[in-house]
């Protein structure tokens, strides 16, 4: 490890979902942190250069630590960027298989031989709408005996792309992709036409969607007590830098990671706070925030490199490489460096979360 010079610029990016680094720069802590050093903390996702936002998918920017969904930061990984990963956050949320109540679907075997609605992003790296809307409908098929090949794929194309626009910040919320021009919920628009009887959705929305329309839970994945079954885009959230960060500024890495624990660590203590906080992450409300990640979300950010995290990634890429979503397995206790991690909690005198 080193610390070869100065770094002018670390770029961030995160997730419109809970993470410690969203909180850490809500708050301002990670800039405030990296000041002394005469680093400048950028958002990726708000450039102006498509190139440097497409890096929240690909990992393709020097000196850039993401934190969010796992999806892009395995596929990036399997591509052959060469990328770290210097923690695990694991915060269970809803994972809904929704139908209406006109389709006569009561449970996942009623779903054998009837449509269901999956987003097919054209012009993207990495689908990651549909690879998790297959695992929640895989895994919800499995546990009753079923297979995704028992049910009838409907797909609704979508041409725009994830990084056409830049983040936009409206009263302190970030829009996270900016507008996009035709939707990107086309398979929920097929739900409620009657073009498909089932369709998956997560999160604070999916919650409120499902409120809003009416739409009756067929199954939530992510309120199964195995962990495999939860094991998802968002279960568990990768913290990664890109190796030339932590291998030519290594105490930078640990800043980071330092800030992110120190924000968990703020959330446990500030429940009410913390959901408001989660609410401008996420783009929704309170209420929703609750619904979807539970009442006592603040207790569940918490990173680490726990083994139950580290075998639900594993076990979840190990499903996209099976449905070829990336192009090589990842063995991912390789993929984690510890380093960072370890010094952290040292530096700021805690025990392992």
């Not at 619904?291 to 990634?313: C, F, M, P, Q």
Request: with cysteine; proline share 3%; hydrophobic share 40%.
């Amino acid at each position: 490890m080193s610390n070869s010079g100065n770094l002018d610029t670390l770029w961030y990016t995160r997730c419109p979902v809970p993470t410690g680094l969203g909180i850490a720069l809500q708050k301002g802590w990670l800039e405030e942190s990296f000041r002394s050093q005469n680093t400048a903390v950028k958002s990726l996702r708000e450039s102006n250069d498509k190139a440097v936002r497409e890096s929240h998918f690909d990992h393709s920017l020097q000196n850039s630590v993401r934190h969010g969904g796992n999806i892009p930061a395995i596929w990036a990984k399997s591509a052959g960027r060469d990328t770290r990963v210097l923690g695990l956050s694991w915060a269970d949320e809803t994972q809904l298989i929704l139908t209406r109540d006109d389709t006569g679907i009561k449970g996942p075997k009623d779903l054998k031989g009837r449509r269901f609605g999956l987003p097919k992003w054209e012009n993207v790296q990495i689908d990651f709408s549909r690879a998790q809307a297959i695992r929640g409908l895989e895994n919800a098929l499995r546990l009753n005996g079923l297979g995704v090949a028992d049910v009838e794929l409907v797909d609704y194309a979508i041409s725009s792309g994830q990084s056409d626009a830049p983040a936009e910040k409206i009263a302190g919320t970030n829009v996270f992709g900016g507008r996009r021009s035709g939707g990107q919920a086309r398979e929920l628009v097929g739900l409620l036409r009657g073009e498909v009887d089932a369709i998956f959705l997560k999160g604070a929305s999916a919650s409120h969607i499902a409120n809003l329309f009416g739409l009756n839970t067929v199954l939530d994945t992510g309120a199964h007590p195995e962990p495999l079954i939860r094991a998802n885009n968002g279960t568990p959230r990768t913290l990664t830098v890109d190796s030339h960060l932590i291998d030519n500024h290594f105490g930078a890495a640990v800043r980071i990671v330092e800030q992110v624990l120190r924000a968990e660590e703020w959330a446990w203590v500030h429940p009410e706070e913390t959901r408001q906080y989660l609410a401008r992450e996420s783009n929704s409300s309170e209420y929703w925030v609750a619904v979807a990640y539970g009442t006592d979300a603040h207790l569940k950010l918490r990173t680490n490199l726990n083994e139950s995290s580290i075998d639900g990634l594993q076990n979840f890429t190990d499903f996209l490489h099976r449905w070829k979503f990336i192009p090589n397995p990842v063995d991912v206790r390789s993929w984690i460096d510890g380093r960072a991690y370890q010094a952290a909690i040292e530096a700021r005198g805690v025990a392992a979360a």
